[in-house]
């Protein structure tokens, strides 16, 4: 089913034009919104992309988040059956899998091949056709892969048909209220749109088509009869592999991709009183 432009998939209110062409707004409930197709195994796309610095600019900050995470799932459901969606390199699994009988779903080709060698149950495909119908899960997770699937409404309808009774689903993503993603906002009215389209990933193979923050994600959740359990906040940059995490799809300008990161450092010392780039939801099946 094709993705309808001109709802608001948290409240149903019509989406009003943004800052481009390709940009879309909810006024009621402040949701945006991206019309970009995911190209995910598309060769071509795939070579605009260094997957070596790429994983050297995130592992470090992914796996540090990744451990505050598992410390609020396990206050929250101890044990049990876990399923990971869009499971990447497989760095959440590995630390889940001491106190979980971890699975993952991934759909990108090369990706799935690297981590296949990892020993983890990981599947080729797209969630939920991926899934057998009987298949269910103690704890559904979205490590930054929300905001990148078209129809969130219908794959939230899925996590509950393959979530147990008091199952809880973790998601976390970006937050249009945090504080980078308002300077990208103001940078593109001042026409250098170049950081706007970076954190909405334009022209990567699988773009933000999604922008959430905590309230409209809270309220797409209870839309679907989950319930709040916890919240918060997650690290947003690690000054050791900024350059990599900036420069493996940047501009193709050393200099500029230098100048970002310099701007980047000089926000850091406030990131612990500046709104977080990235939240998290822990909700419970009702």
């Not at 991926?130 to 269910?136: A, T, Y």
């Not at 905001?147 to 794959?155: L, T």
């Not at 309220?219 to 690290?235: E, P």
């Not at 977080?276 to 822990?282: A, E, G, N």
Request: hydrophobic content about 40%; some cysteine.
């Amino acid at each position: 089913m094709a993705r309808d432009h001109t709802k608001c998939p948290v409240c149903e209110n019509d989406l009003s034009r943004g800052l481009t062409s390709w940009h879309l707004v909810c006024t009621v409930c402040l949701y945006e919104s991206a019309i970009l197709t995911p190209h995910i195994n598309v060769e071509s796309v795939h070579a605009s992309v260094d997957e070596v610095s790429r994983e050297s600019g995130l592992k470090t900050l992914r796996i540090s988040n990744f451990e505050r995470l598992l410390n609020k799932i396990r206050q929250l459901k101890g044990d049990g059956a876990l399923l990971e969606i869009g499971c990447a390199h497989g760095w959440f699994l590995e630390k889940a899998q001491s106190a979980f009988d971890v699975f993952g779903v991934e759909p990108d080709q090369s990706i799935y091949a690297g981590v296949q060698g990892k020993g983890l149950n990981v599947r080729l495909g797209y969630f939920p056709e991926v899934l057998e119908p009987g298949e269910v899960f103690d704890v559904i997770v979205f490590n930054d892969v929300l905001e990148h699937i078209p129809d969130v409404n219908r794959v939230l309808d899925a996590c509950r048909r393959h979530m147990a009774d008091k199952g809880i689903l973790v998601i976390n993503l970006p937050n249009s209220r945090g504080v980078f993603y308002r300077i990208s906002k103001l940078l593109c009215k001042l026409s250098v749109p170049s950081f706007f389209e970076r954190l909405w990933q334009k022209g990567l193979p699988s773009p933000h088509v999604h922008y959430f923050d905590s309230s409209n994600l809270a309220r797409i959740l209870r839309v679907h009869d989950f319930v709040i359990r916890a919240g918060g906040r997650l690290s947003t940059v690690e000054a050791s592999s900024l350059y990599d995490r900036v420069a493996y799809a940047g501009s193709g300008s050393v200099v500029r991709d230098l100048l970002v990161c310099v701007g980047i450092i000089g926000l850091l010392p406030l990131q612990s009183i500046l709104p977080s780039d990235i939240v998290y939801l822990i909700a419970e099946k009702n």
